[in-house]
């Protein structure tokens, strides 16, 4: 009889929840989701309001809710959404002491309980804790990614896929760099079914489109007072069913650099191949002189909050 996966959700809020849904609902495994242990019970009224959905949409996983981190024990994927979520008027950035704690001690618990699984990090500023995240686990730089350039490459996909009028399914994007204001939505690699966007889109409508995604995430707080979630946890569930199903796509995600790009001790956005052996090739493609000045200052900012984090 085959072994079921096994997935375990680090917070139980608006992202944690639906990222259980999604796997339970596309049956990659059976869920643990996890939250402090004061809110135990909240993590586990979750995994039981999910369940009997199953039994209503007709999936089959087992999924539980835990105050335990002993409950993680031989999972395969482990998805880190803990920490506090954005306000209105507040950046990634003041973000960092706060939840750079958080992260510290979710990253001793898997260490100890999950030393084999994949860790997918949404928490924000993303390239600090994802960082902070390979840091305390000492786990290779493989088995360790940020859920950045996911994300902002589907904003950036959806936003021209309404400028142009065509579906979303025929826009491809690229979205490098830090998941912040910094990060650098790659013209060059826009294309509509094969068609460049250059060619589709004036100048002044797509400089206000890589404008609004690198926004993307402070318009969304600032419409609904937190955090968004449906889209970043679909963010991270297509990078953890790649590796469950070793299905070695090309996504944009947070990556460990020694040298890509030319840069070294840090983690930020590149295209990576996700696969049965987590990350396991960094793809380096050719820049514009402009993309490649974005990215430098992309890169220096990343920097910044990782030599902020090493004195907090």
Do not use: W
Request: charged letters at 25%.
């Amino acid at each position: 009889m085959a072994k079921r996966n096994k997935i375990a959700i680090i917070g139980a809020g608006n992202i944690g929840g639906e990222l259980a849904m999604l796997a339970a609902r596309r049956e990659l495994g059976d869920v643990v989701l996890l939250d402090i242990p004061e809110k135990a019970d909240f993590a586990r009224g979750k995994a039981l309001d999910i369940m009997q959905t199953g039994a209503l949409d007709k999936f089959d996983a087992n999924v539980s809710g835990t105050g335990d981190y002993k409950d993680i024990a031989g999972c395969d994927v482990v998805i880190v959404t803990a920490g506090v979520p954005r306000k209105p008027g507040m950046s990634r950035d003041d973000l960092l002491g706060i939840n750079l704690k958080i992260i510290r001690a979710v990253a001793a618990g898997i260490k100890e309980n999950a030393p084999d699984a994949f860790v997918v990090v949404i928490s924000n500023p993303l390239d600090a804790m994802v960082y902070e995240m390979k840091r305390v686990t000492g786990f290779a730089k493989s088995k360790v990614v940020g859920m950045a350039g996911v994300l902002d490459s589907a904003r950036f996909q959806c936003f021209i896929a309404e400028a142009t009028g065509a579906s979303v399914k025929e826009v491809n994007t690229l979205v490098l760099g830090g998941h912040g204001d910094t990060m650098v939505p790659c013209l060059s690699y826009c294309t509509v079914n094969g068609i460049p966007v250059t060619q589709l889109v004036s100048k002044d409508k797509l400089d206000a489109i890589v404008k609004r995604t690198a926004g993307g995430g402070g318009e969304l707080v600032k419409l609904m007072g937190t955090s968004a979630y449906y889209a970043p946890a679909a963010g991270a569930m297509a990078i953890a069913e790649a590796f469950l199903k070793d299905q070695k796509r090309l996504l944009a995600c947070a990556s460990f650099l020694e040298g890509e790009y030319g840069y070294s001790d840090l983690y930020m956005g590149v295209p990576v191949i996700i696969g049965g052996g987590g990350v396991e090739k960094v793809i380096t493609v050719e820049l514009s002189a402009d993309e490649k000045t974005a990215l430098d200052k992309s890169a220096e900012a990343v920097r910044e909050l990782i030599d902020a984090s090493a004195k907090l």
